[in-house]
């Protein structure tokens, strides 16, 4: 049996990546003794090292599906035009996944969408061509109930809601509770233009600056967790902004994105992690540093409510920014064990030694892939 994952994996985005893994763990797990083939992009901090690979270019993928037994689309958040349509020689957009489940279709193998963001979808032309790439999909979860709303609106029926891949306990953790004298990372990403982008590093910075007026921030880190050739992309500049435009008495770095394991170490050693990134949340949270997620789209303020963390919207001022960090070392200081739940320590562990998973996420998912199996007849 060969099953193609087909999501924005190596792209330079350190989520997408971490949601490919997880998804070609549990698909390995359903699979024993078969082949699992990731659609993969070539520029990533998870280079997959059970799996097959093959480029993300719209021609390979069709020849692995045209070859495979079963297809999955996802997860990430993967079904809208926010950019636009792409077209079929392109390894994005709604175009690109139409094409994966038209041939997926003409060739008789089943497809599952598993744990993908849905929206914005602007236009009818968007919501129609989301129903027919669905209408073609054997099995559907959504990573939020706002993509899962989306759906309904269009038709769809049967849409299983399972928490985003990437919330697992991880090999690291936090050893000590927050310190006055705080460490912070931060991680900005590109937003509308490049004057709102540049606002929103300035207030952060602000934020910064009235902490470390006050002596509770000393140290900051950069984190950009999307390191990609295309500007409106790539973290590190507007994460670097911020770190340009602190006035304060801080010590400053940049992190550069090397290796996951090593990305995970870096969360750990922070106190608190003050992210516009969706991932820079759940990361942080799941070595058990507080976090504060900066809004930008429904799916961090999802996320972050599912996981205890404070949120600020995009307009939030440099007050309100500082405060919020200042309540999540408060709490953090007398509750330094923020792991996640048991439940997701227990499914992290059996992931490494490939037993059944339990959590809701990953158990939803391997649920979804079986059925698949055995649609493909497996």
Request: net charge neutral; proline share 5%.
């Amino acid at each position: 049996m060969r099953i193609v994952v087909a999501g924005y994996a190596g792209e330079g985005n350190l989520g997408d990546d971490i949601l490919a893994a997880r998804l070609a763990d549990i698909a390995s797990q359903a699979l024993s003794g078969s082949t699992v083939v990731v659609a993969w992009g070539g520029r990533s901090l998870w280079a997959p090292p059970e799996v097959e690979t093959v480029g993300r270019g719209l021609s390979e993928v069709l020849e692995a599906v045209a070859g495979s037994d079963a297809v999955i689309i996802g997860p990430g958040g993967i079904l809208h035009n926010a950019r636009g349509f792409g077209n079929r020689h392109r390894d994005r957009g709604l175009a690109y996944y139409d094409a994966i489940t038209a041939r997926a279709a003409q060739r008789g193998v089943p497809v599952g969408v598993i744990g993908i963001g849905v929206g914005p979808l602007i236009g009818s032309a968007a919501r129609r061509l989301t129903r027919r790439i669905l209408d073609r999909c054997a099995t559907i979860s959504v990573r939020d109930e706002n993509s899962r709303q989306i759906l309904s609106d269009l038709g769809v029926a049967h849409v299983g809601v399972i928490p985003d891949l990437a919330v697992v306990a991880s090999e690291h953790s936090r050893q000590r509770p927050p310190q006055q004298g705080a460490t912070l990372g931060v991680c900005i990403r590109p937003w509308i233009n490049g004057v709102e982008t540049r606002r929103i590093s300035r207030s952060v910075a602000s934020a910064i600056d009235l902490l470390a007026g006050a002596g509770q921030v000393t140290n900051i880190v950069g984190m950009p967790l999307s390191a990609s050739p295309i500007e409106a992309l790539d973290d590190r500049w507007p994460t670097a902004l911020v770190l340009d435009a602190v006035t304060g008495s801080v010590t400053r770095s940049l992190s550069t994105i090397t290796d996951l394991n090593d990305v995970e170490r870096g969360f750990a050693d922070l106190d608190v992690m003050v992210s516009m990134r969706l991932h820079g949340v759940i990361l942080a949270r799941n070595v058990g540093t507080p976090s504060v997620g900066i809004v930008y789209d429904d799916k961090v303020r999802t996320a972050t409510a599912a996981l205890g963390s404070r949120t600020v919207g995009l307009t939030a001022d440099p007050e309100s920014i500082a405060q919020a960090v200042r309540n999540e070392l408060a709490e953090g200081r007398s509750a330094p064990k923020m792991h996640p739940p048991d439940a997701a320590a227990d499914q992290f562990r059996a992931l490494r030694r490939r037993e059944p998973v339990r959590t809701a996420a990953l158990a939803g998912a391997l649920r979804q892939i079986e059925s698949l199996l055995l649609a493909a007849g497996a």
